[in-house]
């Protein structure tokens, strides 16, 4: 079972460890066990408890950040509301078609096997990729008037936390992200415009893998109303390219249900879906790709096993 | 006690020794105590001298009152039932001493649930359990309780309002509110603060303000009555709004109650389209008839069969989302039935409960993870550790 203190020993670093934890929140403070995980040698960049403190003293900033986060939460409401109404599509037409197993054994045939299908499935697909594009394009022009509004750049108080945060960061040899609220981790991450050096090692896990991704994609399909969709959230640090991160997979995924699988990992096809299970690690190469035995959610709905490295 | 054997019923098993000795019954009781849960049956048991005792209840299907026989020869009486899987039902027994009838729990059975008109014991199925999430949790960090009074114009009195604040309330974030009609009473007897503590602490709801607002007079304020709705919509969450830190739309605000209290929810909502999100009703008093006036609840059901015939005859969707649950086994499950595809006419989002249990606050409290994290979900698709 890999940790993350055997993943950082394995990195073999010289130096301290820079930790963001901000996705733990009120809890942020918290970490003796996350000290001795890492070895004791952190800088922790105490993320969470720097963007409170903005938020009390740069009234002007505090103001524009809820009058954003209120028009965020109606976006989101609304990408939720189609997207729902787009993917119940996708599932009907997909039951009509006979599910996975028959769109496995159509495409085998050269499309021939069972009734006609005229590509409605990837079309309705293709309407939920629809939504998740046009929801992103909305998220941009929210942060764009967001700036304009409230240029991070005329906030002293925001200015000297990046300063300390530049300062802190640039004396350790790796960084660690944890897990946590994602949402209030990306935000975070955001306000403080945390750059990663490409030469500086991370270990992420669980929320803090999904910031290092590209496009965080949020999942539970076990939630106490039952499933729900799969839905963009915002742009991450871009560190890991072409990943779907999909932490703690089996508990929050419905594995078991290959219909449901092949339309997620059909719907973001652009990228590959990573299963991060409990324990288990993948180290993503310099370049950017995937070692092989990494686990990727494939377009028929099963789990499958990187078997050459892929970049 | 449980047991899910199902060949013979223990007190079958005890009529076939009969007749026994004073000893055996006690060991018998001792043992076994009541009701008896055997599978899917459920025997109850009483103790003593009278001319007729008999299980009195309320669910819809069994015949209440259930007559108990005696065993011969001894002072035991029993009555055997069927009780499916999950069930629960509160009950009371009656006897009968010559002209005087007494009703009282069950003194064999510990289990009581308490309610603002007394209190019954409880019988459990096989498979029903307490939620988790219903008993105190030490880990949930607790919300806050705040008692307030508004001067009320609809109502010409004062209105005391109970506000939940939850843990780590801040006033730079904004919250969704919740008003709950018989807010007294499911705080006391649906667990609701316990219950908000602890589903906010797991996630699956999110963090959110809600106004426990008891009636005065019920029967007359609850069954779409002008001035409550105004009271409601006009005063209470134009205060609210203005002293907390609320979502300001409509989707971050939700009517509740149950029984009268879900016409109530409801009838303000349509007096008020537009101004709530959605609605979350339970055992919705939504009795109407399809012809004639006979519909026999009596005198105060009668404004509230006028107004729920007045909406099945033009039905609007004075909210996005309605959220309904209904036990079977008690009377109002018809009407609740019958109204969920006249609701989803409408076009509202409906989403809609059932469970195997009757009118009372057990049940409702019961069901409010299903109800409250359907209207308002947590951040549990955020967190990932």
Known sequence: MTTAGTALRSLRVDGPV??????????????????????????????????????????????????????????????????????????????RLGGAAAAAARREAGGEAGPPAYGALDDAIEAARHLDRWYSRQLKALYSRFDEDSPVDASGVIGWHRGEITALLGECAALAVTGGNVGTLLRALRLFAIRVPDELPVVAWSAGAMAMTERVVLFHDFAPDGASEAEVFDRGLGRVRGVVALPHARRRLRLDDPDRCAVMARRFTDQHCVLLDDGTAIEVRADGGLPSGARILGIDGAVHELRRAAS | M???????????????????????????????????????RATFLFRGEADEVRVRHRVVGLPDPLEMRRLPGTDLWAATTDLPHGSRVEYQLETRRGDHYERFNDPLNPRIAHSPLGSSSVCAAVGYEVPHWAVPDPEARPGELV?????????????????????????????????????????????????????????????????????????KEYPNHAPHARFVARELLPTLSGRLPLLDTPQGRCLMGSSFGG????????????????????????????????????????????????????????????????????????????????????????????ARDGHNWEDWRDRLRDGLSWIFPGPQKFVYE
């Open chain 2, 147 to 219: 008692d307030d009074v508004l001067r009320s114009k609809a109502l010409r009195r004062e209105q005391p309002v109970r506000l939940y604040l939850p843990a780590r309330y801040n006033t730079a974030l904004r919250y969704p509110l919740l008003i709950v009609h018989d807010g007294t009473d499911y705080l006391d007897y649906a667990s609701m603060k316990t219950v908000l503590d602890n589903l906010i602490h797991r996630l699956d709801v999110a963090p959110l303000v809600a106004a426990f607002v008891p009636p005065r007079d019920r029967l």
């Open chain 1, 18 to 95: 820079a930790t963001i934890n901000a996705g733990w929140e009120e809890r942020e403070d918290l970490v003796d066990e996350l000290d001795q995980v890492l070895g004791g040698n952190t800088r922790h960049l105490r993320l969470y408890h720097r963007t409170l403190d903005v938020l009390d003293k740069d009234p002007d900033f505090a103001g524009a950040a809820l009058a954003f986060r209120d028009r965020h939460d109606a976006l989101l409401s609304l990408y939720r509301l189609r997207l729902h109404h787009a993917l119940e599509g996708v599932y009907t037409v997909q039951r």
């Open chain 2, 2 to 40: 449980t047991t899910t054997r199902t060949a013979r019923l223990a007190v079958n098993r005890l009529r076939e020794r009969l007749p026994v000795d004073p000893a055996a019954v006690d060991r018998f009781v001792a043992r076994h105590g009541s009701p008896i849960v055997e599978g899917e």
């Open chain 2, 263 to 354: 016409i109530a929810s409801l009838s303000t909502a349509v007096r008020y389209p537009g101004v709530f999100g959605s609605l979350l009703l339970q055992s919705a008093s939504l009795v109407f008839t399809d012809i004639g006036t006979d519909h026999g609840g009596g005198p105060a059901f009668d404004p509230v069969v006028k107004f729920v015939n007045r909406y099945r005859a033009k039905p609007t969707a004075p909210v996005e989302r309605l959220f309904m649950s209904c036990g079977i086994y008690e009377p109002l499950i018809t009407p609740n039935r019958s109204m969920v595809p006249v609701f989803r006419s409408t076009g509202m989002t409906v989403k809609y409960v059932e």
